[in-house]
């Protein structure tokens, strides 16, 4: 079994930055794509970020493109996302996630993601 652990969210305001982490344990991450995700009140889970199993292949939303970047850190068990310029509408619950075994390439879509961490919040003020 795989646990995802997220860490690093919190208050900032608009224009500043934050780094989250994604720890993983349970078994060795490198074979399997990795994303963040983020959920907004009222709003359906998306993902914003992704990166293939050898981390040489990313993908972003539109929204967050040239603001946030994913990378991984293969040996550590470890993904992270680093958020600059945020917003008030990067506000949301973010989310760890990870691909099955095997499953190098990212994907766009959640229902692509089986393991799931419990999240970290992310609230930028105006």
């Known amino acids: 079994q795989v646990q995802l652990v997220e860490s690093g969210g919190g208050l900032v305001q608009a224009g500043g930055s934050l780094t989250l982490s994604c720890a993983a344990s349970?078994?060795?991450?490198?074979?399997?794509?990795m994303g963040w995700s983020r959920q907004a009140p009222g709003k359906e889970r998306e993902i914003v970020a992704a990166?293939?199993?050898?981390?040489?292949?990313?993908y972003y939303t539109d929204s967050v493109k040239g603001r946030f970047t994913i990378s991984r850190d293969n040996a550590k068990n470890m993904v992270f996302l680093q958020m600059k310029s945020l917003r008030p509408e990067d506000t949301a619950e973010y989310y760890c996630?990870?691909?099955?075994?095997?499953?190098?390439?990212?994907?766009?879509?959640?229902?692509?993601?089986?393991?799931w961490g419990r999240g970290t919040q992310v609230t930028v003020s105006s």
């Open positions: 996630a990870a691909r099955s075994r095997g499953s190098v390439l990212l994907s766009r879509e959640t229902d692509d993601y089986i393991y």
């Open positions: 349970g078994r060795t991450l490198s074979s399997s794509a």
């Open positions: 990166i293939s199993g050898s981390g040489g292949i990313t």
